[in-house]
C-alpha cells in the first residue's frame, strides 16, 4: 500500500528557510497528484502546493507563492517543500499526500486517498 514519510520539520525564525521531504512507496504514483497541506492549531486543513508525477505541473496557495517551492525526484520517489522567507503564520504541522488522480480538485484534502503522518514547522523569533 501507499505510504508516505515526512521529514524535515524544525523551528526557525521569521525569514529563514527550510526544506521539507516527502518519501513516497508502495506504488509506481504514475499519473498521482502529489500534494502538501498544512494544519495549524484550531484550524483547518489547507492547501500549499500541488504538483504531477508526470509532466510536473505545480499549484500553489496564493499565501505561499513565491516563497515555497515543490518538487519532485521521480527515481527516489521523493517529493520536496523548499520554504523560503517563512514567518509566523506559516506555522503548522505540514502534510505530505497523494492521490491516484490528478483532477481539478487538487486543492481539496478530500481529493486525496493518501496521507503522511505530518511534520512540525514552527516559525517564531
Known amino acids: 500500500q501507499v505510504q508516505l514519510v515526512e521529514s524535515g520539520g524544525g523551528s526557525v525564525q521569521p525569514g529563514g528557510s527550510l526544506r521539507l521531504s516527502c518519501s513516497a512507496s508502495?506504488?509506481?504514483?504514475?499519473?498521482?497528484?502529489m500534494g502538501w497541506f498544512r494544519q495549524a492549531p484550531g484550524k483547518e486543513r489547507e492547501f500549499v502546493a500541488a504538483?504531477?508525477?508526470?509532466?510536473?505541473?505545480?499549484y500553489y496557495a496564493d499565501s505561499v507563492k513565491g516563497r515555497f517551492t515543490i518538487a519532485k525526484d521521480m527515481t527516489k520517489k521523493m517529493v520536496y517543500l523548499q520554504m523560503y522567507n517563512l514567518r509566523p503564520e506559516d506555522t503548522a504541522v505540514y502534510y505530505c499526500?497523494?492521490?491516484?488522480?490528478?483532477?481539478?480538485?487538487?486543492?481539496?484534502?478530500?481529493?486525496?486517498?493518501?496521507w503522511g503522518q505530518g511534520t512540525q514547522v514552527t516559525v517564531s523569533s
Open positions: 499526500a497523494a492521490d491516484q488522480e490528478f483532477s481539478d480538485r487538487y486543492y481539496y484534502a478530500g481529493a486525496y486517498a493518501h
Open positions: 508502495g506504488s509506481t504514483f504514475s499519473g498521482y497528484v
Open positions: 504538483i504531477g508525477w508526470i509532466g510536473g505541473t505545480r
